[in-house]
């Protein structure tokens, strides 16, 4: 058994009182009790006993991954909380510590760093915080009511903040009505499902348009960071990101010929496609099997169960959100990550997308402020390297990152009457006039590690 130094020598005695345990269960059964290896360790302020099963010499893997023997298990461990890993190999993971508690509600926050989603809190009290690329395609998997549509939500004001474009498709008209008209809106809302089709030709076309803008750009850009970091060496226009957003896709697949319908065939092609040109999607659904939405299934890079149907345990485990169906009821928010593990997503009401001050279009730091109208007043809207790293008392290096990233934003653009300078934009100066600003608090989000 490996130990780490740190842990308590009771957990230790513990564990190999288990790992006996463990055996005479498995015998019991007329299963083979073959680990390759126990791990004890701690993380998330849990201690936590892994034993890996050696399943090149135990032939049928079916009986060990069984739902009935992890109850019986649990039973035969006086109650420990066990878990199944199967992703990598078979493992099961036992709690020798109780479960950290999460909020029961957290609020979305105000500061999310401009490029980046959250998406809610783990049990360590890390914010779990991505780049919209890392995020990729997403699925959200729940029931009505357990917190999957407020997610959702959460991801769409994060971003028009971000000055993401949207394609929402909203059968129920529940979810994003109250978007409806939003400029960030790349189209219409669709509200049926061949609405919802024409959403994703859309996007494929704009796949094509942005193609030939890549081919067209000298360097040959793979993607759409590569392209957009040429575009402002050049002065021209960079590319935004688009986030096509399906809630109860469930109902839209059915609808359109299930994984063999024209609109799963489109959304595999967006699926490949779209990433390299910034454009994304999220499904939300009750259900999300192969033969209910074809090859585009392979195209998740991350997915998210909140509370789901015990009928829909297999499904869960399949997308590598084991155990989401015995989520209680009384936990809306709560969900099971498969790339972190449990998380409560934030609450977003849909009563607060109605106030015009939840949704931030854009905003100014304190220092983007001072900043900005020092250049109005004194350099007639000039921002170069030399003025943003003397006025601002930082290195070229951050000079030239935040130059890049007020580019990229709309708030900068060269002009090639003034040698291709760097110069305030209409809507940069048009927030300086709004008085609108955001106070950082970056000790509220601690983003978790992603590599």
């Known amino acids: 058994m490996t130990e780490q130094p740190q842990i308590n020598r009771r957990y230790f005695l513990e564990a190999e009182q288990i790992a006996q345990k463990l055996a005479a269960f498995f015998e019991r059964r007329n299963l083979k009790p073959l680990f390759t290896n126990l791990f004890l360790f701690q993380d998330l302020g849990m201690t936590i006993l892994i034993a890996v099963l050696d399943t090149s010499r135990i032939g049928d893997h079916s009986q060990y991954i069984d739902d009935d023997l992890l109850h019986q298990l649990k039973t035969e461990l006086g109650g420990r909380s066990v878990y199944l890993s199967n992703s990598t190999g078979i493992r099961y993971v036992i709690l020798l510590t109780a479960l950290p508690r999460l909020p029961r509600s957290i609020e979305l926050p105000a500061d999310v760093p401009h490029g980046m989603v959250s998406l809610g809190m783990r049990f360590n009290g890390q914010i779990i915080t991505l780049t919209w690329s890392k995020l990729g395609h997403l699925l959200i998997v729940g029931m009505t009511g357990s ?9 769409a004001i994060q971003a028009i903040r971000s000055g993401i474009k949207l394609l929402l498709a909203d059968i129920d008209q529940t979810t994003f009505a109250m978007l409806e008209g939003n400029e960030n809106l790349f189209a219409p809302i669709a509200t049926t499902p061949q609405d919802a089709l024409q959403l994703i030709v859309k996007a494929l076309a704009e796949c094509d348009r942005r193609a030939a803008l890549y081919k067209s750009m000298p360097g040959f850009p793979e993607n759409m960071d590569e392209y957009n970091a040429l575009a402002i060496k050049a002065g021209k226009e960079p590319l935004v990101r688009i986030l096509m957003m399906l809630d109860e896709s469930s109902s839209v697949f059915k609808a359109m010929g299930g994984g063999s319908g024209e609109l799963a065939g489109k959304l595999a092609e967006l699926g490949w496609r779209g990433r390299k040109f910034g454009i994304h999607f999220i499904f939300g659904a009750q259900e999300f099997t192969k033969d209910l939405v074809g090859a585009v299934r392979e195209q998740v890079n991350m997915s998210i169960a909140f509370r789901v149907k015990p009928t829909s345990a297999q499904m869960a485990k399949a997308i590598g959100c ?6 209680p009821a009384d936990r809306p928010g709560f969900a099971i990550v498969d790339r972190f593990g449990p998380m409560q997503s934030y609450f977003v009401p849909k009563a607060l997308l109605l ?6 279009k854009d905003a100014l730091s304190d220092l983007e402020r001072n900043l900005f109208t020092r250049a109005i007043e004194t350099a007639q809207g000039n921002l170069s390297l030399s003025r943003i790293s003397e006025w601002g008392g930082i290195s070229q290096r951050q000079a030239r990152k935040l130059q890049e990233t007020w580019a990229l934003r709309g708030w900068l653009s060269k002009d090639a009457s003034n040698s291709n300078s760097f110069y305030l934009t209409a809507k940069a100066r048009n927030l300086c006039a709004n008085g609108q600003s955001v ?11 992603t590599n």
């Open 322 to 327: 084991t155990n989401a169906h015995r989520i």
């Open 355 to 360: 106030s015009s001050g939840t949704i931030i």
């Open 147 to 155: 917190g999957k549509s407020s997610l959702l939500r959460s991801i």
């Open 439 to 449: 106070q950082t608090r970056s000790n509220q989000l601690v983003p978790v590690q």
